[in-house]
């Protein structure tokens, strides 16, 4: 299993600033995913990010607008730059534990999400 | 390309019995289904692989049809605490290696007494 500390829990922005988000793992894992989530609706993923290489983003999604780091196998990072109303959402990451291979065959295990409100 | 599960709600009352559908337009490796409650994060159920293996925590159990590439979940004698919305979750190829988890467009799920 893998248990993840996100920071911040929650967060109100001023529009144009930017906000990072940490994410956590107790444990060394392979691939750590960026999703958000608008209130109501499915999760959406932003991008993967694997350490040692570029994080790879999702149609629609960009790395001037939510760079990525990834600097070890057990933490990552997400930046809403530039924040509009529009980035108000629940961002999530979320981990597939290490030595599963290239398919995860297995759960995938959440932070417990940043809410961004930007006003 | 996200999953379509069916239907987008569902109201049952406690002990009734509910089945969930999930729908992919591309071929299927492996199958998860998820529970949110609101203001949580996604709690995994189950796993279904090629090959008829299943992994789950709960007594929930699940069907997946490789070549419709469609997955089912069967909630049996509902209980209040089956109440949340329910995502399934395909695995996809990434570029460069690995997969990642695309989710479907969810089912919102009330058990009331």
């Known amino acids: 299993s893998a248990v993840i500390s996100q920071k911040p829990s929650r967060d109100i922005c001023q529009r144009g600033t930017s906000l990072t988000i940490q994410c956590q793992v107790d444990?060394?894992?392979?691939?750590m995913f960026w999703y958000r989530q608008q209130p109501g609706q499915s999760l959406t993923l932003i991008a993967t990010?694997?350490?040692?290489?570029?994080?790879?983003?999702e149609s629609g999604f960009v790395i001037d607008k939510f760079p990525i780091s990834r600097p070890n196998l057990t933490f990552s990072t997400l930046t809403v730059s530039n924040m509009s109303p529009e980035d108000s959402s629940i961002y999530l990451c979320s981990v597939a534990p290490l030595g599963r291979g290239q398919d995860m065959n297995t759960e995938a295990f959440f932070g417990q999400g940043t809410r961004l409100t930007v006003v | 390309q996200q999953p379509v599960q069916s239907p987008q709600a569902v109201i049952l009352r406690e002990g009734e019995d509910a089945v969930i559908n999930c729908s992919s337009s591309?071929?299927?490796?492996?199958v998860h289904w998820y529970r949110q409650k609101h203001g949580e994060a996604p709690v995994f159920l189950m796993i279904l692989l090629k090959g008829g293996e299943q992994k789950g925590h709960e007594k929930i159990s699940a069907s997946f049809n490789e070549k419709k590439q469609q997955s089912s979940l069967y909630l049996t004698a509902s209980q209040l605490s089956y109440s949340g919305t329910y995502f399934c979750?395909?695995?996809?190829?990434?570029?460069?290696?690995?997969?990642?988890?695309?989710f479907g467009t969810g089912t919102q799920l009330k058990v009331e007494l």
């Open positions: 591309k071929a299927l490796y492996s």
């Open positions: 979750g395909t695995e996809i190829g990434i570029t460069g290696g690995g997969n990642k988890l695309t």
């Open positions: 990010a694997n350490q040692g290489s570029e994080a790879t983003y």
């Open positions: 444990s060394q894992v392979t691939m």
